[in-house]
């Protein structure tokens, strides 16, 4: 018999079906300024069906809503795109940009849910989570989009970009906050090295291609393998019409960086780009547990620690250091500060390569070097943290933390709402949720005044 694979099991184990419950159970007071849904994605498998890969798996949304002090449903469904059926990614005529897992993210845009995989084209979700279909900007979006676009907090307007392993590698995309798409831009010297996630600051768009790059070799589904010959580079782009055409790369050290925490000049004109990163062996670990391969770790996250890299445009150099020597990944900051500098960031903390430890909740003071932990027990797993931001609030960190925490002990989970400024202090409030969520990679809070 043959071993289940990694991402079928514990915490990642699919729900088999769709269910919605109203009036949930609140322990504790819900801040009525939380009107609105945290929305989260995953990948979840229907019954029967094993991916070879734990990316291939078929997108799944759970949405809360809460409303004046209540938490009145809970939902799961299921983004129903051609590939939940089976329909193939590559056809006789090129890429099916909406057969698409749809499984990584999930965002609000212009007034849309959008449901994102990095390979495809959106797709659009009604405010109950029903499936509207493939989003394509209104026709002008023919390419891939990131999962991880950016809005810039002080214009509305929403940065991504499109990736492939071959030409054009890479476009960078702006859209209005009404969803006109304004300006698309291919980016010389990009390359087909892996591009998972970016930054924007405020005078630049900022690219990573790390040691991980297109290789048809690989037969996961997922063609990407770590090669040392790849060049990690950061590439600076200044932002406005027609500066792709001066982005200037720079390279770095070896390594692979799959998700950032923000980037921003400083006072000195330099470029601070901040993200988990992790080595050739890490990565291999990492690789070998979403395949289910032998020799992997016993987390999806093997070895990824915080880092920063300085970039200074007047000498041409880049200073690369590690921050922190936690293995952590999704980190998420007040991205109301999206662009320039922050103080504070969160994360995800995991057990060592072994399984030894648990899960916590990590925030990063970097004016002071704080580190404060949460740690949620054995068996215990609370997603990316969401920060929102508290009525009124003058302070970064004044704001709640959204986290919604798996138990193997009970086989239950809770959507807590954390202090995000006393990360320590007991639950502000705890949502007993109606059956156990798996566990999920991004999602967002979608205010109501956002729909």
């Not at 609105?36 to 078929?58: A, M």
């Not at 200044?238 to 921003?264: F, K, S, T, V």
């Not at 994360?347 to 970097?366: C, E, M, Q, W």
């Not at 709402?417 to 949720?433: G, H, M």
Request: proline share 8%.
């Amino acid at each position: 018999m043959t071993a289940a694979k990694p991402y079928l099991t514990g915490h990642y184990t699919p729900v088999a079906d769709e269910i919605t419950a109203t009036g949930l159970t609140v322990e504790g007071r819900l801040p009525t300024e939380l009107t609105g849904r945290l929305i989260r994605n995953s990948h979840n498998p229907k019954p029967g069906v094993t991916p070879t890969h734990w990316f291939k798996g078929s997108g799944m949304v759970h949405g809360i809503r809460l409303r004046d002090g209540r938490a009145e449903w809970y939902r799961n469904r299921w983004v129903h795109t051609p590939a939940l059926d089976g329909a193939p990614y590559l056809t006789e005529h090129g890429p099916d940009l909406t057969a698409s897992t749809a499984g990584t993210h999930v965002i609000e845009h212009a007034g849309r849910l959008l449901a994102l995989c990095e390979a495809n084209l959106p797709f659009e979700l009604t405010a109950d989570l029903e499936t509207v279909g493939a989003y394509d900007f209104g026709g002008k979006l023919t390419s891939a989009m990131t999962a991880h676009p950016k809005v810039d907090p002080a214009t509305g307007e929403l940065h991504f970009f499109a990736s492939s392993p071959f030409p054009p590698y890479l476009i960078h995309h702006v859209s209005s906050p009404d969803g006109t798409v304004l300006e698309s831009q291919e980016v010389p010297g990009a390359s087909a090295a892996l591009k998972h996630d970016f930054a924007v600051t405020a005078h630049h768009v900022v690219f990573l291609e790390g040691s991980v790059t297109f290789d048809p070799a690989e037969h996961s589904g997922i063609p990407y393998r770590w090669h040392d010959a790849q060049a990690a580079r950061i590439g600076i782009m200044p932002r406005g019409a027609g500066g792709a055409a001066d982005i200037r790369w720079y390279e770095i050290g070896q390594g692979y960086a799959m998700h950032l925490a923000n980037a921003y000049e400083d006072a000195r004109g330099r470029v601070v780009v901040e993200g988990p990163a992790v080595g050739r062996e890490g990565w291999q670990r990492s690789w070998n547990w979403w395949v289910g391969a032998p020799e992997r770790g016993a987390e999806p996250n093997s070895g990824s620690r915080a880092r920063r890299w300085t970039v200074d445009p007047a000498t041409g150099t880049v200073r690369e250091e590690q921050t922190d020597d936690l293995t952590v990944e999704f980190p998420t900051i007040n991205e109301e500060y999206l662009g320039r500098e922050h103080r504070y960031q969160y994360a995800l903390s995991f057990p060592d390569d072994l399984g030894i430890g648990n899960h916590t909740l990590v925030k990063y003071d970097r004016a002071t070097g704080a580190r404060r932990l949460r740690p949620f027990g054995t068996g215990r797993l609370p997603s990316e943290a969401v920060f929102v931001p508290a009525e009124g609030a003058t302070e970064e960190d004044a704001g709640y933390l959204l986290t919604v925490v798996g138990d193997l002990n009970t086989g239950t989970s809770d959507l807590l709402v954390l202090d995000a400024a006393e990360l320590s202090a007991p639950p502000i409030a705890t949502v007993r949720l109606p059956r156990r969520v798996p566990a999920m990679i991004h999602g967002s809070w979608i205010p109501d005044s956002a729909l």
